[in-house]
């Protein structure tokens, strides 16, 4: 057996290609084989000189991540069933879309001209374990991992500094951004149920140097002109601050750390030079406030995204990975337990589907597609489109213990569907398949752990690399391998 000095991925020449647990066990039964731990890493190279890693390996340059808080009902949205028994069947009508024999309902005429350009998945799939709740099912999809730590009342605790990262934050470490643009933003509001905010939303055990930039406009979320409340003050710069004054301060800076010594080599592990550097070239460029101005977008392509919290935060996503945003992750814009344009329907199905939640997805999801294809940033530019689950096929039932009127669906995390495009996606296809009442997959099952690891393999990202957690534990990215026949 072979050991390797020091801890896996730290002391590696390439920072970006950490150690994976699967290596290791490759490096420790190699012997065996009669290798050497030279020959095998040779014959590695030889083998994939490129280091790729299957079908799109490593086509993404950013992400956006559509989340859909509150899971929406994937039976009367995308997979329709009209031959189901009334309790199951959704009142809605199936309209055709560009895929021959693919329906959706009515509530999404604009997507039904779009679905050539992205994947459904309509076998999105795992057995709860506690995770009929909004709190710990939505960690599981930003994280890959699930929690003990559950209040009494089924919700789970605050974030902690002990969190499993949000997959955003484990990207932007191991592929930082070479541009002077802020690496992860979340909007338009946080991952939230009930009092629990933010939760899988933080760097978690990476520390605070890894957590999204978070974009709350003020407002209320019945407001639909909240993304017109923007204000970015910490990107802003002063009228007095002249380039003069910030280089001088930047001069002023390396002669204290000049003459400073012992204070340098004390601080020299929380790599000062480079953040500050960073902070000075973030808001000196301007580049993240022009980003951030909407109103420089012409009204036909703001109206084509829907004048709404969602849509125009959908515009803000495509404005920002133009800029060089390597994650964006635009939150409904609703705490996922509440009514109105929430998609927690367990009451008033019918009603706030059609005419609250439903137009605002159709429109907003269908304008960003639309949009990155035609200026050709589908190519790099994964975008995915998921809740932490669907709802119950049978109408009027309890699922999670939750109370439910009768054309009203309840928690549903067996079988539903998510969509996802670009960077190498396939185009046009469905991968998987819902039995007859859409409460189980007939095949192709996927695991939001191998959903988030379909994203860091588009990254060029093993998704079993190790990362350490606060103490000192090493752990997967995700226990879980990419879905690569999503790709083309």
């Not at 970015?232 to 204290?256: E, H, S, T, Y």
Request: hydrophobic share 35%; glycine share 10%.
């Amino acid at each position: 057996m072979i050991g390797i000095p020091g801890q896996l991925g730290r002391d590696l020449c390439d920072a970006h290609l950490p150690m994976s647990r699967r290596d290791v066990l490759k490096v420790g039964g190699s012997s065996m084989l009669g290798l050497s731990l030279g020959a095998m890493l040779q014959m590695k190279a030889s083998a994939n000189p490129l280091g790729g890693g299957g079908p799109g390996w490593g086509k993404a340059k950013s992400v956006i991540m559509i989340y859909l808080q509150g899971g929406p009902s994937h039976l009367d949205l995308w997979d329709p069933k009209p031959d189901a028994p009334d309790n199951v069947r959704s009142i809605f009508k199936p309209i055709s879309t560009k895929i021959p024999g693919v329906n959706f309902t009515e509530l999404l005429p604009q997507l039904a001209k779009v679905n050539d350009k992205f994947t459904m998945m309509r076998s999105v799939s795992y057995t709860p374990k506690g995770l009929f709740n909004h709190t710990a099912a939505i960690y599981q999809m930003m994280t890959g991992y699930t929690t003990d730590k559950v209040s009494p009342s089924g919700q789970l605790e605050p974030p902690s500094p002990k969190d499993f990262p949000n997959f955003g934050s484990n990207i932007i470490r191991i592929k930082p951004t070479s541009e002077p643009m802020l690496p992860f933003v979340m909007l338009p509001r946080p991952l939230q149920e009930s009092g629990v905010v933010g939760k899988g939303g933080t760097a978690g055990f990476l520390g605070k140097a890894y957590d999204p930039y978070t974009l709350y406009p003020p407002g209320d979320d019945m407001d639909m002109e909240k993304m017109a409340k923007v204000r970015v003050d910490d990107l802003q710069m002063r009228p007095d601050m002249f380039g003069v004054r910030l280089n001088r301060r930047a001069k002023l800076r390396d002669a204290m750390s000049d003459a400073m010594p012992v204070i340098d080599k004390a601080v020299e592990k929380y790599n000062l030079n480079q953040h500050y550097d960073r902070a000075l070239e973030l808001v000196a460029s301007g580049r993240a406030r022009e980003a951030f101005a909407l109103d420089q977008e012409p009204d036909s392509t703001r109206d084509s995204y829907g004048r709404n919290t969602f849509g125009q935060s959908c515009l803000l996503a495509r404005r920002l990975v133009e800029a060089g945003t390597r994650v964006v992750e635009v939150i409904w814009p609703k705490v996922a337990n509440s009514d109105n344009h929430s998609w927690d329907t367990h009451k008033d199905l019918p009603k706030r589907m059609k005419n609250q939640s439903a137009p605002m997805l159709d429109r907003g999801l269908s304008g960003l597609m639309t949009d990155l294809d035609q200026r050709g940033l589908l190519d790099e530019t994964m975008v995915v489109c998921v809740g932490e689950f669907g709802r119950s096929p049978e109408k009027g039932v309890s699922t999670s213990g939750n109370g439910n009127d009768g054309g009203s669906r309840d928690h549903w995390p067996y079988c539903y569907t998510g969509i996802i495009a670009g960077a190498g996606i396939k185009r046009g296809y469905v991968h998987g398949e819902s039995d007859k009442t859409g409460s189980a997959p007939l095949d192709k099952p996927i695991h939001p752990r191998e959903l988030l690891a379909t994203i860091y393999h588009g990254f060029g990202i093993d998704p079993e690399t190790i990362v350490y957690n606060h103490l000192n534990q090493p752990r997967e990215l995700v226990k879980a391998q990419a879905v690569t026949e999503l790709f083309s």
